[in-house]
DNA sequence: TATTGTTATACTCTATAACTATA
DNA sequence: TATAGTTATAGAGTATAACAATA
């Protein structure tokens, strides 16, 4: 069976099946999820990824950690970090303090109006879940997010 | 209730509910089966990422396509592209060629062998995809791949 | 005029290696 | 010596704007 010319739309293209249905379908929709988290920011003026919302949580919720500390719940390279600091720093949301203990480390905290922000964050990263969680009933989300854990136990990473 | 001071240990940190229980479970998963992927190809002695891993399957089945159908299909920028397929081409996996009809396009082929590394690649793939899938019954599978598109489908983006 | 591919440019995320201040 | 944070550097993914060739 030929499969037709390829044409000047995407539409007509032969995806054929991809062996890979299961990462593929993965992929797709942490694309769609994110763009969506990105539109309901974006509408409501504000401008965040779910990186930097996690960021966040995790220095409200252990004021005073290092930037070591936070890297490595991150699963990201200390180095990696520095820029990502220096920008939420710069939008006085977080401040690094000189720790009185140690004098290698910064103690990390969020600023007044970084708590402030983070619960105006909050409450649109709830309206987000809400809206990718719309089509699926309370059983199915539990069921999904169980499902995604074990795929990722699956993983050779863990 | 006080929380404990932030330790030197990531396992000790809190890290609360966060209310993104969705995204945020649906983010960790999406990255520990990039992982697995990099690791699968990794052992292999190979190199290939789940988006040049798809891009040749698309030019396979769809020889002779150009650079801008392709750009759409893949749902990014034809500047984008051009890196991407120069890598490829670099590596003698895939080729631009002048088409007859249009002189401003290009009709992107696999080489031969392109061809051949393909067939490695998607049997690696399968290997990976089987893990992943390991701690998943059939039914299980399924139920997950259609929940990811349920999802999917509740986002704003599509 | 409109489209295709390319280039220049600019962010962001990611890492490794080397430097500094401190322990 | 070892650790924390920074800087320099580099590669990959993403985009916009401008340009040349072609339609």
Redesign the interface.
């Known amino acids: 069976m030929g ?1 037709p ?6 539409a007509n ?4 099946l ?16 994110f ?3 990105a ?2 920011f974006s509408t409501a003026g504000a401008a965040l990824t ?1 990186g930097e ?2 960021l966040l ?2 220095v409200e ?6 930037q ?2 936070l890297a ?2 991150l ?1 990201i390279d200390r180095s990696t970090l520095v820029p990502i600091l220096d920008r939420l720093q710069a939008r006085s949301l977080l401040e690094r303090r000189r720790s009185p203990t140690d004098g290698r480390t910064h103690a990390l905290e969020l600023t007044p109006a970084g708590t402030k922000a983070l619960v105006r964050f ?1 409450s649109l ?2 309206k ?2 809400k ?6 009933s309370t059983a ?2 539990e ?3 169980s ?12």
């Open positions: 499969r010319p390829a044409k000047t739309s995407a293209l032969d995806r054929g991809l062996p890979s249905l299961l990462g593929y379908a993965l992929r797709r929709t942490q694309s769609a999820v763009a969506d988290f539109a309901t779910p919302f996690g949580v995790l919720r252990n004021a005073g950690l290092s070591m500390t490595r719940a699963g909050t990263v709830r987000h879940e809206r990718i969680a719309s089509r699926l199915e989300t069921t999904f997010i499902l995604l854990e074990k795929v990722r136990a699956g993983t050779r990473s863990i």
